[in-house]
């Protein structure tokens, strides 16, 4: 009953063999590796982007970090929800990636962007002076933080807007293929064909070991995101292990399959906590997170029974009989895991 | 009739005199010399503060940066108002001075700090993990960009929670003379007795041509503050003619009775703006800046008289029949002026 | 026949082992488990250093700029071999890392630092005001990137001058457990008994998959590595993979067997070098790289052969009608490479 | 007898003139005012480049940390002279403001460079991979920290190297007015009509108060150098103190003046060194600076008669009889202070 985070999920074994398979002989290092293109190759495929420059990495902060130190300069903004992972959990990484550019907060419910304040904080920096610091960038998550999806139509509607002010749009993807996976979205239209230009594809919390791909749909952005990969001491040197990662994760659909369990299971537990009194989810659970507000009895009852999750403590939070906590399923959460912590919570 | 900003007044005769004095001969640069020795202890004594490192500057994002450089780490937040100018106006210089540190924006009544969500955001960030960034510092403006002033009893409130989660306490004294003008307070009540480590102490809006002094009075800051001046390019190598202007300042009162004279003027502004039909008061008008939300035909007609100042936009700002505008008194504002611009006003 | 480096080598088995067998259930993440404890305890024994903080990594760039980002101050100078690693390969990490700190190159035979150019620079620095910045940090390499191996005594020498200047002395070992199989001395003698302050320990290239150890044997530098780890995107979230390669490759003694290996195989070439006509060493091969002179027909007769190394271009090449190759030994070569390419050589 | 330094000298009577004329009323602050348009004109009137950016700021160190800034990349190397201003007094300023960058030291001859090292070394980098660090920059000092002066053919030679490996071309001008006075050189034809991109034009040690100008040959350099300037706090408020500097230097040719004056005492000086016994120069005395080898005794006299001046270290420097000193002259240096010092030298 370990509902603390996917990234407390092990290895799927498709991608432990990938990794055997791959441990043969001396190979080139620093990606000069057929492995590697062919992982590219087949991030370029799933995402119907051709042209895309992909760079993989061992871990989300650096992929965020990448892709806007990339892309962004030091005197610039970057919009992103007040509850964005490169905001709360990245320790600064954005800042330190970006030479110094800010991180400017946008309200929206449940991790999303609120197209209207936005816009009007665009505008307002825009029109600023020197001192204010240009509009550069917007960051969106995807699945965001509370659990939610952007489909196609969400993110052209602030595609639209990163157009008007030339910013750059990226999409924090740690979850991208629960949220693929959720809204049933080609790939390429959620990202690219919608206006994004910069994405982390996350495979670490989907069944990898430690891999994410940054993707840049301009490819005239290669030698910048090159470089601070380099600079900041991502480019692994054995780095056919991170290809392979990757590799086996977008074979034959795996990626998909692994996300959409994860969302099924996070389904199952959402519909269940109907029948828990007193629960109710926070946010709708759209892809493979269960944020709930459940009575403070249920919770010690789930405790008790040895479920592991956290608390999600927030800025807002005044203490009371209730408690705030995130569920995230995994590759290998179990319909009997969920049915147990259920159990549990209904006492 | 110019209110646009009190950098936009010229050097007070004083000044211009002591740097004329200053211009003797062949002198020690880099602030080795006996004049920056003297402006230096002035500091000290004025702000009773024997042991503090005083180091001078000539602009106010400078005296600021340096500060924050020097005192917090690139992995740590500070928080201020959402309206302070180091988040608004300066560019990033903090980020880019501290190598990357967050401004975390705290909400409050013209540019103050709500001390409660102040206290909330710090226990938070105290309380996240690594991901988060520490608490490091908090900085305040006084007088606030909305004109507000910091009494001794308020910077108090505050140095306690700044004390409670081991914060350095920085003043943004841009306008400082104005605040103490203002508030009658003795200089030292306000700042180290108060609770404040670093103080960015301004004397270019103050009848200066351009200077600051950094004020740390901790003196184990010295050599941090010292290396960040030299290698941002801010220690001037004729030095003795910042050190001119701050001592001529400080001599025989002259910085208070600048500021004392800035801040009658605004007061003489506000009151009579109360003649103005539909205008009214944004915020309390206690230092040298004026806020105030006019009639669209009232602004229309001191424009057509030739007064300059600024429309000051917000985010929030919504278009209408009224225009929220920001009048500044300076050392050289003269009583004539403000009874042009209040009779243009009433038309 | 791959003499490239030892990164294009694979993965030894018992690492692999040691990743399958990490591979079960769900485990805390961002190194708050069990095994990571243990492989950290595991260092910490091996190098006699309990009190020591150790933080693992994926890449040697990391671990070197996560040591000196957490040690020196961006206004300070960090003296290295003009040929060290931290010069000439990892794209300016450091200067990220620290914020802008410079390196400051000193001559050295092989890549080991001349005692006496390093004492003479640290006084004149040490001297110089502000502008110049202060001496910060020393940091060797051992192994040095032209094969040579550092003694606890030619530490000691260069420590003494650390002392005397209070610099911080780090040692990058990417390829430590070579020069600690080829010396023989105790890990604890060549590090902190001789003064080494911080260690990169590396496994990667000595049959890891991607693991590197940054040990710091002051544990006041714990919170500066652990921030500057993670706001540089470089703490894995599941963190347990990084844990097992390095606690499989310290079990049993197995990284100073596989070093040991190399050496030999490097020691192995270095001797039939001398059948070799007009082939002669570089330098001393004294752990598992090979410098060498080649005739041109030689290398070309390997190159035909099959034989993947580097040419090892330097700033002082002119052409003729040699050529300075490197060939890097791995755990993996195997005796009947080593014969087969000097074959090849001898023609 | 001070000839410490010339930024010890005062401000000429003239720029002091400039800055009273100045001080009349309001003025548009942050540069948008009309004497700076005039004086930003008369820059590039001067320099006979009617595209340029021009921005002033307040000392040396800024004007070159921000002209770097705003052209090379954080991975990208700086090639200039070891004994390089920037990188022996800026106390890792181009570092910081270019957010990481490295200085590749070039040999040459008084602070010049050696083409063909120059050659190799951007050859080599250009040939190495990502972490290497490509070669982004070349900056030359003009006159030279030993007071040697480039000609055109001279830069127009180094540019050659820059155009061949698409490396901005920037010149330090702290003393850019002793260069061309003593080359007698048409300012554009040592500058960007020999190819040089980036210039930093000073002004303080030619009798200005504080003021350089950064010029941009290449308009489309002016965002990332405003930006630049603005986020390093170099923006002075109260900026047309900064423009009546500039303008009064350009006026009727002054700056020529003041530095022919300084070149021709540092002439006199040089020549009357001749009858010193055991004395002679280190370097041509090409403009203001004079660097000389004095017998130890010469050297007593002269300090002992109260002449100011440093002695001049280097780190190959050993201790003897002899001391190497350095002699400036600036535009306040008279015939008889020369005399003065000569008739102590000579005892």
Same mark, same amino acid.
């Not at 610039?76 to 959990?89: G, L, P």
């Not at 020197?130 to 595609?159: C, D, F, Q």
């Not at 939070?317 to 159990?343: I, K, P, S, Y």
């Given at each position: 009953?370990?509902?603390?985070?996917?990234?407390?999920?092990?290895?799927?074994?498709? @991608?432990?063999?990938?990794?055997?398979?791959?441990?043969?002989?001396?190979?080139?290092?620093?990606?000069?590796?057929?492995?590697?293109?062919?992982?590219?190759?087949?991030?370029?495929?799933?995402?119907?982007?051709?042209?895309?420059?992909?760079? +993989?990495?061992?871990?989300?902060?650096?992929?965020?970090?990448?892709?806007?130190?990339?892309? @962004?300069? /030091?005197?610039?903004?970057?919009?992103?929800?007040?509850?964005?992972?490169?905001?709360?959990?990245?320790?600064?990484?954005?800042?330190?990636?970006?030479?110094?550019?800010?991180?400017?907060?946008? /309200?929206?419910?449940?991790?999303?962007?609120?197209?209207?304040?936005?816009?009007?904080?665009?505008?307002?920096?825009?029109?600023?002076?020197?001192?204010?610091?240009?509009?550069?960038?917007?960051?969106?998550?995807? *699945?965001?933080?509370?659990?939610?999806?952007?489909?196609?139509?969400?993110?052209?509607?602030?595609?639209?807007?990163?157009?008007?002010?030339?910013?750059?749009?990226?999409?924090?993807?740690?979850?991208?293929?629960?949220?693929?996976?959720?809204?049933?979205?080609?790939?390429?239209?959620?990202?690219?064909?919608?206006? @994004?230009?910069?994405?982390?594809?996350?495979?670490?919390?989907?069944?990898?070991?430690?891999?994410?791909?940054? @993707?840049?749909?301009?490819?005239?952005?290669?030698?910048?995101?090159?470089?601070?990969?380099?600079?900041?001491?991502?480019?692994?040197?054995?780095?056919?292990?991170?290809?392979?990662?990757?590799?086996?994760?977008?074979?034959?659909?795996?990626?998909?399959?692994?996300?959409?369990?994860?969302?099924?299971?996070?389904?199952?537990?959402?519909?269940?906590?109907?029948?828990?009194?007193?629960?109710?989810?926070?946010?709708? *659970?759209?892809?493979?997170?269960? +944020?709930?507000?459940?009575?403070?009895?249920?919770?010690?009852?789930?405790?008790?029974?040895?479920?592991?999750?956290?608390?999600?403590?927030?800025?807002?939070?005044?203490?009371?009989?209730?408690?705030?906590?995130?569920?995230?399923?995994?590759?290998?959460?179990?319909?009997?895991?969920?049915?147990?912590?259920?159990?549990?919570?209904?006492?």
């Amino acid at each position: 009953m370990n509902f603390a985070s996917d990234n407390c999920s092990g290895v799927h074994p498709s @991608v432990m063999a990938a990794l055997a398979a791959a441990n043969e002989g001396h190979v080139a290092s620093y990606g000069n590796d057929a492995l590697t293109r062919a992982a590219e190759d087949r991030v370029r495929e799933v995402l119907d982007a051709p042209e895309a420059v992909v760079l +993989f990495t061992a871990t989300g902060t650096a992929a965020n970090a990448i892709a806007l130190g990339g892309a @962004v300069q /030091p005197w610039q903004r970057i919009f992103c929800n007040e509850d964005a992972h490169i905001e709360t959990s990245e320790c600064a990484a954005p800042e330190m990636f970006t030479g110094g550019a800010k991180l400017t907060l946008i /309200p929206g419910e449940g991790g999303l962007i609120d197209a209207d304040a936005l816009d009007r904080a665009a505008s307002f920096w825009a029109g600023e002076g020197l001192g204010g610091g240009k509009p550069g960038a917007i960051s969106i998550t995807n *699945a965001t933080e509370w659990g939610r999806v952007w489909t196609p139509g969400m993110v052209t509607e602030i595609a639209a807007i990163a157009r008007q002010h030339k910013l750059v749009l990226h999409m924090d993807g740690a979850r991208f293929a629960n949220a693929v996976a959720a809204s049933g979205a080609v790939p390429a239209d959620v990202t690219h064909r919608a206006g @994004v230009d910069l994405l982390s594809f996350g495979g670490t919390k989907n069944g990898g070991m430690g891999v994410e791909a940054v @993707v840049a749909f301009d490819p005239e952005l290669a030698d910048r995101l090159a470089f601070t990969r380099k600079r900041s001491g991502h480019l692994l040197s054995k780095h056919r292990y991170l290809s392979a990662q990757f590799y086996a994760l977008l074979e034959a659909g795996l990626w998909l399959d692994l996300a959409g369990h994860a969302n099924e299971m996070a389904a199952l537990l959402a519909e269940g906590l109907n029948s828990v009194d007193g629960a109710r989810l926070a946010h709708p *659970a759209e892809a493979n997170q269960v +944020f709930a507000v459940l009575p403070a009895d249920a919770h010690d009852r789930a405790r008790a029974a040895g479920a592991t999750y956290f608390k999600w403590s927030s800025l807002d939070e005044t203490d009371q009989d209730e408690v705030t906590v995130r569920f995230v399923c995994g590759w290998n959460t179990t319909d009997a895991e969920v049915e147990a912590l259920l159990v549990a919570l209904r006492g």
